[in-house]
């Protein structure tokens, strides 16, 4: 069982919107700034998409955002568009003593 | 754009050791990088499995704590993995990554991931 919370899917059409949700707790997601989203198309690496809540690497469309509110931060996908079907994982800083935890992964589907 | 490549055996032997290595290139190691040990199971999540600075500090999952030792020989711009007692719940790709600083902040470059089975 992961320790953030994720849906194990979610989908829209081209063109619309989608957010997905990560839950933990106030001892990692809603107690600092380092949530961070990760996509993960099939049989490749992850790459980063949103850092500390809401930066973007550059290269990364601004079609993507993060935010947060208490323990549950959301990446937003705006105009989604057909090479964004993809897996999700976020990720948040846990403290000193367990540095990082991961959630379980969303599955986005572009219909 | 710095490149990470992981090396090691495809198939190790329940209760053996992993060891694993990284190698870094087109890019300079410096005092503020931080280089992480990432593992995905055939078809689960991602598990974060330690992290190694540049000063040779580390910091394990509470979970793997006790097989798992992670260290950097900045020479050779190499980290490594060591998971002791291996078994068949250890098969898995395992992932080194780039850190962005502070520390657990988040994995900025990957490798391309090597399949690591355990099995007799």
């Known amino acids: 069982q992961s320790a953030l919370t994720q849906p194990p899917s979610a989908s829209g059409s081209p063109g619309q919107s989608v957010t997905i949700s990560c839950t933990g707790t106030?001892?990692?997601?809603?107690?600092?700034?380092?949530v961070s989203w990760y996509q993960q198309h099939p049989g490749k690496a992850p790459k980063l998409m949103i850092y500390?809540?809401?930066k973007r690497p550059s290269g990364v469309p601004d079609r993507f955002s993060g935010s947060k509110s208490d323990n549950t931060a959301s990446l937003t996908v705006s105009g989604l568009q057909a090479e964004d079907e993809a897996d999700y994982y976020c990720?948040?800083?846990?403290?000193?003593?367990?540095?990082?935890?991961f959630g379980g992964g969303t599955k986005l589907t572009v219909l | 754009q710095v490149q990470l490549q992981e090396s090691g055996p495809g198939l190790v032997k329940p209760s053996e050791t992993l060891s694993l290595t990284c190698s870094v290139s087109?890019?300079?190691?410096?005092?503020?990088?931080?280089w992480a040990w990432i593992r995905q199971v055939p078809g689960k999540g991602l598990e974060w499995i330690g992290s190694?600075?540049?000063?040779?500090?580390?910091y394990y999952s509470l979970s793997l704590k006790s097989r798992i030792s992670i260290s950097l020989d900045t020479s050779k711009k190499q980290f490594s993995l060591n998971l002791r007692s291996m078994t068949a719940a250890d098969t898995a790709v395992y992932y080194c990554?780039?850190?962005?600083?502070?520390?657990?902040?988040?994995?900025?470059?990957w490798g391309q991931g090597t399949l690591v089975t355990v099995s007799s």
């Open positions: 990554a780039k850190e962005l600083p502070p520390v657990g902040t988040a994995m900025i470059s």
């Open positions: 106030s001892s990692d997601v809603g107690g600092y700034k380092y």
């Open positions: 190694v600075l540049h000063s040779g500090n580390t």
């Open positions: 990720s948040s800083y846990a403290g000193s003593n367990n540095l990082r935890v």
């Open positions: 500390e809540v809401n």
């Open positions: 087109d890019y300079s190691l410096s005092s503020g990088d931080h």
